[in-house]
């Protein structure tokens, strides 16, 4: 009999973006990982009792992982736990919805697997450690999260100078296919027109001004999250899906979101 050699193995940090059922006790399990990217990897018997990490691979846990490569799936030998920040996230349900469309997000923006992602991947860890911590008001920790996230995947919206011909703001309008806020002069048909607390506030949230942010008002938030997720969805070119879990309390201003999306059309 041909000797194969050993299996291929590596060790990496990651952070579970989602999972799905295989077979009768095991899971696939997608990781984003530090040096590795994406990765889809087997969990053999997880969905047991006796499990010894079942708990470990569950959506929002960041893990020090170790796996075998494989063909089309990789399959993970050795799960430690670096960040548990599932539990608190998932007894909070305004912090679950928001936390899962940074999952969601994360696995789009991140398309191809096994191409290091490594400014994203600390990206998602702040955002979902933020989340767990409980610091900042859930809605502002995944707007903050979206608008840092197309920024380093290259589409990073501009809130003071105007997108298209860079004159120095403030600005009133608001156009999502520009790029952000627009002068007069650029200002295309069909533009929002936020107010200047919002624009404020969006500026803030992309710098990580915590203090601006923190200080805005309910009904600013609303509109900077219905901008948000229009420029987001504009960008990604399909919906997110878990963007309508988001509680009520705290969801995109709907007028809002059709606004900019209508002229981002």
Known sequence: MADNGPVPSYRDDAIVLRTQKLGEADRIVTFLTREH???RAVAKGVRRTSSRFGARLEPFMMVDLQLHEGRSLDTVTQVETVGPYARAICADYAMYTSGTVMLETAERLVASEREPSVQQFWLLVGAVRALAEGTHAPG???????L????VAGWAASFTD???CGEPGPHRSFSIATGGAVCGRCRPP???APAPETFELLAALLAGDWQVANASGDRHRRE???LVAAYSQFHL???LRSLR??????APDEQAVTRAQEAGA
Do not use: N, P, Q, W
Request: charged share 25%; with cysteine; proline share 0%.
């Open 148 to 151: 840092r996230a197309f920024a």
């Open 237 to 239: 070119e399909r919906t």
């Open 245 to 250: 879990m988001v509680e009520r309390g705290s």
């Open 162 to 164: 105007c997108a298209r």
């Open 37 to 39: 990217g994406k990765v």
């Open 190 to 192: 069909g533009s929002t």
């Open 224 to 226: 900077a999250s219905g």
């Open 140 to 146: 502002l920790v995944l707007d903050s999260y979206l």
